[in-house]
Nanobody, 122 residues
Framework: QVPLVESGGGLVQAGDSLRLSCTAS????????MGWFRQAPGKEREFVAV????????YYADSVKGRFTISRSHAKTTIYLLMNDVKPEDTAVYYC???????????????WGPGTQVTVSS
């Protein structure tokens, strides 16, 4: 079973909303905190948001705080990233990550999805 698979990316205009989804294996979803990262062309992969496995805690990068919301559904073993008021600088490949204990560092995560492209036009 593939551990992580993202979906929901696309081309949107500045100010629009978009929701990304990431389906996880039962094991991954049950035992680990889950995160979203993104990577723009020519830049390093950067942290976006993380949610605890018990749904009680979330943490966001300053660049997305107040605009993005991370959530997870135990019933569907899926995590979401709701992106509101998107900006051109949000353009990147967005990756779902798992396998790390509450971290905002990509080096700590050992499972990654293939990524989904988000492009925001001005």
């Amino acid at each position: 079973q593939v551990p992580l698979v993202e979906s929901g990316g696309g081309l949107v205009q500045a100010g629009d909303s978009l929701r990304l989804s990431c389906t996880a294996s039962d094991h991954m979803f049950s035992y680990y905190d889950m995160g979203w990262f993104r990577q723009a062309p020519g830049k390093e992969r950067e942290f976006v948001a993380v949610i605890s496995r018990n749904l009680l805690d979330t943490y966001y990068a300053d660049s997305v705080k107040g605009r993005f919301t991370i959530s997870r559904s135990h019933a569907k073993t899926t995590i979401y990233l709701l992106m509101n008021d998107v900006k051109p600088e949000d353009t990147a490949v967005y990756y779902c990550a798992g396998g790390a204990p509450w971290s905002n560092s990509s080096r700590d995560y050992h499972s990654w999805g293939p990524g989904t492209q988000v492009t925001v036009s001005s």
